[in-house]
């Protein structure tokens, strides 16, 4: 090969002749991206396009659809047997709710009758035993149950009125927030502790009269004050001095109903009222102690073992806080 300019020039094109040629491989991630359908699914469809007959046949989509028509039928078919049971059963359901319901009405109908009964013979037992006592000891007594409970009150004082919020709108999609807010045993017990620090002499939650002994506690979403249901709105009553609305207000209980106010709207209002009377508490069954009375050692000097005998019942016995034992 002659060196020169036409020598040159034919190097250089042998060189880029040889560049053309050279062919590269694309990287897998390329290849993947321009190519995404893998080449098995490629030929299949180009088959299929070329021979029709190797598509699925006709008895085939036929069969499909004769066993979905079957399954629609034998579903609908269950679904009419099972409302059709449902609605043979419903009216022995309903009449078994309407009894149960007109039971429960008559039950409560008694009940209130017993108790009209019973709060009747406590009066009545009231004039009898003021009637026996002297004018100081029947005045004492008084006193004594207005501070136990066991006396109806009447006088000035406050009422804090509690109610559950208002029914919300329920999600369609989490089912959440169908039910409203509801006042909790826990929220009357504050409210009745902090009366009672305020100065109040006597509290009632719905009617039901609170002594030292006297429970506020749920059964599911029932209220039970001394074992007796409350329904809302609830309300209770204090009677004791001018400045123990003021003491409430101040109080943690009312704070934190206020709180409950703002965050999920309960209902909470405290008011002042004249004259009002609360009535007594059903009496409490009376449990009374005894000593016990056990044998005492042998009197020295007394020539013979003797062991002192139990006392007959009642003697020996230690008064009871009421005067007396049964």
Do not use: H
Not at 129 to 141: E, K, N, P, T, V
Not at 195 to 213: K, P
């Amino acid at each position: 090969m002659t060196e020169g300019p036409a020598g040159q020039r034919s190097d250089a094109a042998g060189e880029g002749r040889g560049s053309a040629s050279r062919v590269y491989t694309p990287d897998f991630l390329t290849e993947l991206f321009r190519n995404p359908l893998d080449p098995g699914y490629a030929d299949a469809a180009a088959r299929r396009r070329e021979s029709p007959s190797s598509s699925p046949s006709g008895w085939r989509a036929w069969s499909v659809r004769s066993v979905s028509l079957v399954v629609a039928v034998a579903l609908g078919f269950l679904f009419a047997v099972a409302y059709r049971q449902t609605m043979a059963e419903e009216p022995g359901r309903s009449q078994a709710r309407a009894g149960l319901v007109a039971e429960i009405k008559e039950r409560e109908a008694e009940t209130d009758g017993l108790a009209a009964r019973a709060d009747r013979l406590r009066e009545e037992v009231g004039r009898q035993r003021d009637a026996a006592l002297s004018g100081s000891q029947a005045s004492r007594l008084r006193r004594l149950e207005a501070g136990t409970g066991l006396g109806r009150v009447r006088g000035d004082g406050v009422v804090v009125r509690l109610a559950d919020a208002p029914a919300q709108d329920k999600d369609g999609v989490t089912g959440s927030g169908g039910g409203p807010p509801r006042v909790l045993y826990t929220d009357l017990q504050k409210v009745a502790n902090d009366l009672w620090a305020a100065g109040a002499e006597a509290v009632a939650i719905n009617g039901q009269r609170l002594t030292a002994t006297s429970t506020i506690r749920s059964a599911g979403e029932a209220i039970l004050v001394d074992f007796r249901p409350v329904t809302g709105p609830y309300e209770v009553s204090a009677i004791g001095p001018r400045s123990m609305r003021d003491q409430f207000e101040d109080s943690r209980a009312a704070y934190l109903m206020r709180d409950l106010v703002e965050s999920v709207g309960l209902s909470f209002q405290v008011r002042e009222v004249e004259d009002i009377t609360l009535p007594a508490a059903p009496e409490p069954r009376l449990r009374y102690a005894e000593s016990s009375v056990s044998p005492s050692p042998s009197v020295a000097g007394s020539g013979a073992d003797r062991s002192s005998r139990p006392e007959p019942s009642g003697s020996g016995v230690s008064p009871s806080p009421s005067g007396g034992g049964r």
